[in-house]
């Protein structure tokens, strides 16, 4: 498997030259299995438009004619880029589109395909020069043929996301963002008048319970991205409950579940290339990791795993 990091960004692009290492565009990952000449997409931000420029160049032109997109779930920096994803406007192309019921009552085709209305965007999805299918998924397992598997995990965020757990020839990679930790909804404090002793303990239980079952998804992974949006002193005062994870419970939960390679991502729009490289020099340094690899993701960059 070979992943490329089309966008890292969360919340909002942001481009600019306070971006330019680690870019500006919101998550979009490519993932190639170049010996059976197969591509999945996860994600649709900003990044999917490059992305798709270069899909026009490469493999297109060769004759590629199906592309499958992976949502992890369908809050605007997840989807924006797709209404600028060129291959979908080219006859003869197949674009299906995988992801959980989002919200409601709403399918996934109408929060995708809602983006294509004239007060939004010139072009109506009738207009679309390719077919679009929409696969609503769960928490499941499937095969895709070729000897790749996919596993999918609910995650904890304030709509329906969920991670991939992408195995091939004995070697896995998994997605864990949007996500934070679960934690007990009740008061544990016995002075608080809304305390309630046996919900205070059954929603301990419960959320330790979520979170073991998420670190057993990525258990023993070769190569795990994870949300890493803020600090743990940002997310302590003021993001929690915001459905994203600090740096550092994000190194701790894959050291402790002896994952290999590590990439934080999801980056916080204000976070500049600096502070990044800052946040880098003191949670990346293999004296301090130890042998797990750690690193800040780039867009741009390639992963073989």
Known sequence: MRIKFWGVRGSIPCPGPSTAIYGGNTVCL???FTDVNRMLIIDAGSGIRPLGNFLMANDISQGLKLIDIYLTHTHWDHILGFPFFT?????????????????EDDSLAKVIGGQFVYRYFPVRIEELASTIEYIEIGEES?????GITVSTKYLNHPIACIGYRIEYK???????????PYRNLFSTDPSDPSYIENAAREGEQAAKEQNRRVEKFFADADFIIYDAQYTREEYENGKRGWGHSSIEYAIEAAFRNKVKKLALIHHDPERTDAQIEALATRFCNPEIRG?????FAKEGMEIEV
């Open 142 to 146: 499937f095969d895709l043929g070729d």
């Open 170 to 180: 004995g070697k896995s990679f998994v997605t864990v963002f949007d996500s934070e």
């Open 87 to 103: 291959p979908m406007y080219i006859p003869g192309m197949h674009i299906r589109i995988h992801g959980p019921t989002t919200y």
């Open 291 to 295: 042998p797990m690899e750690i690193f």
């Open 30 to 32: 490519e993932i190639r």
